[in-house]
């Protein structure tokens, strides 16, 4: 009997996989028809910035060895090193100055599609 109550509850309560699956593709088809195909955009940036990371090992092109005739032979110096802190909060500034300008953008064109 118990176990009847609490099979009963659950499959009124808990929505099934298959309803979950059809919902979300409903919404997103809804989404897209509204929005003019965004995902298909965002997608097409993802897969364009995606190979970005390898450019993560770039400090050590400004690496500069010093030549023989030089009393400091055999050492190196990276030039980034003392601008290391400057790049990260100028990249943290540029970032942030990106996403709340597309944000902007964004939500006036939403905004005017969806009064229209």
Not at 18 to 29: K, R, T, V, Y
Not at 63 to 76: A, D, I, K, T
Not at 90 to 98: A, D, G, I, P
Request: charged share 20%; hydrophobic share 50%; net charge positive.
């Amino acid at each position: 009997m118990i176990d009847f109550l609490l099979d009963a509850l659950w499959r009124m309560f808990v929505p099934s996989q298959e309803f979950l699956l059809h919902w979300q593709e409903d919404i997103s088809a809804r989404f897209n028809d509204r929005m003019g195909n965004i995902i298909g955009a965002f997608s097409y940036m993802h897969s364009r910035f995606s190979d970005l990371g390898a450019y993560r090992g770039l400090s050590g092109l400004f690496e500069v060895r010093f030549p023989p005739e030089s009393f400091l032979y055999g050492m190196r110096m990276n030039l980034l090193a003392p601008a290391g802190e400057f790049i990260t909060w100028l990249r943290f500034v540029n970032t942030s100055v990106v996403v709340l300008v597309t944000a902007f953008i964004c939500y006036g064109k939403a905004r005017r599609m969806i009064s229209k």
